[in-house]
C-alpha cells in the first residue's frame, strides 16, 4: 500500500459525461501527478499539482481539467467524454528532497461507451 | 525535453535466470534521479529501485540491481534469480530537480517469467 488513495476504483459512463476523479496523496506529500494510461500502453502525463499550485502540464486535452485543494486532496475533472478516454487514470504524489519519487494510487479504471 | 527510451517491448526469461531490461535517456541536466517501475497484472505502480545520478555506485535491492552509466546515458535494470512473480510491465523513468519533480517514462518492457 503505497499511502495514495483514489476514487472510485471503476467508473462506467456514457459518451458526453462528465466525470471526476478524486485523489488524496500521502500524509505530507505536496505534489500531485495525474497520468493516463490506455490499455497495454505507457503512462501519459497530464498534470501536476504542488501545493494547490500547477506546477508542470502534459499532454492534457481541454476537456480535462484538475484542482488541487487546500486539504491537498486533487481532483481530475474530464469533460464531454469520448471512447478514447476510457483508460486508467493513476494518481501519485512525491514530498522533498526526492520530489521524483512517485508514489502511486491504485488508479481508477474509467470506461466510456 | 528529456526522453527516455527502453527499446525491448516484449522479454522473457526462465525462472530462476537472469535478465537484463534496457533503458537510455537523453538530457542536459548534470542532477537527476533515475527509477524502475514495476507493475504487475493487478496494474499497480510500485517503485523498484532509484539511483541518483551523483552517484557512482549501482543501487541494489535484493535481487534487483541497475547499470548506470552516466556518460552513456544508459541505466539498465538486472533482475537475478527470476520468479514468477516478476512477471510484469517495467517504466524506467528520469525525474531531474528543475520542474519540481516531473518525471519522464518509457514506453515500457513487458516482461514474463516463463516455469
Known amino acids: 500500500d503505497s499511502g495514495v488513495t483514489q476514487t472510485p476504483k471503476h467508473l462506467i459512463t456514457a459518451t458526453g459525461q462528465r466525470v471526476t476523479l478524486r485523489c488524496s496523496p500521502r500524509s505530507g506529500d505536496l505534489s500531485v501527478y495525474w497520468y493516463q494510461q490506455s490499455l497495454d500502453q505507457g503512462l501519459q502525463f497530464l498534470i501536476q499539482y504542488y501545493n494547490g499550485e500547477e506546477r508542470a502540464k502534459g499532454n492534457i486535452l481541454e476537456r480535462f481539467s484538475a484542482q488541487q485543494f487546500p486539504d491537498l486532496h486533487s481532483e481530475l475533472n474530464l469533460s464531454s467524454l469520448e471512447l478514447g478516454d476510457s483508460a486508467l487514470y493513476f494518481c501519485?504524489?512525491?514530498?522533498?528532497?526526492?520530489?521524483?519519487?512517485?508514489?502511486f494510487g491504485p488508479g481508477t479504471r474509467l470506461t466510456v461507451l | 525535453a528529456q526522453t527516455v527510451t527502453q527499446s525491448q517491448p516484449e522479454m522473457s526469461v526462465q525462472e530462476a535466470e537472469t535478465v537484463t531490461l534496457s533503458c537510455t535517456y537523453d538530457t542536459s541536466e548534470s542532477n537527476y534521479y533515475l527509477f524502475w517501475y514495476k507493475q504487475p497484472p493487478s496494474r499497480q505502480m510500485i517503485l523498484v529501485i532509484r539511483?541518483?545520478?551523483?552517484?557512482?555506485q549501482n543501487a541494489t535491492e535484493n535481487r534487483f540491481s541497475v547499470n548506470f552509466q552516466k556518460a552513456a546515458k544508459s541505466f539498465s535494470l538486472k533482475i537475478s534469480d527470476s520468479q514468477l512473480g516478476d512477471t510484469a510491465m517495467y517504466f524506467c523513468?528520469?525525474?531531474?530537480?528543475?520542474?519540481?519533480?516531473?518525471?519522464?517514462f518509457g514506453d515500457g518492457t513487458t516482461l514474463t517469467v516463463k516455469p
Open positions: 501519485a504524489s512525491s514530498a522533498p528532497p526526492l520530489y521524483n519519487e512517485q508514489f
Open positions: 539511483q541518483e545520478a551523483y552517484k557512482q
Open positions: 523513468a528520469f525525474g531531474d530537480n528543475t520542474n519540481a519533480g516531473k518525471s519522464t
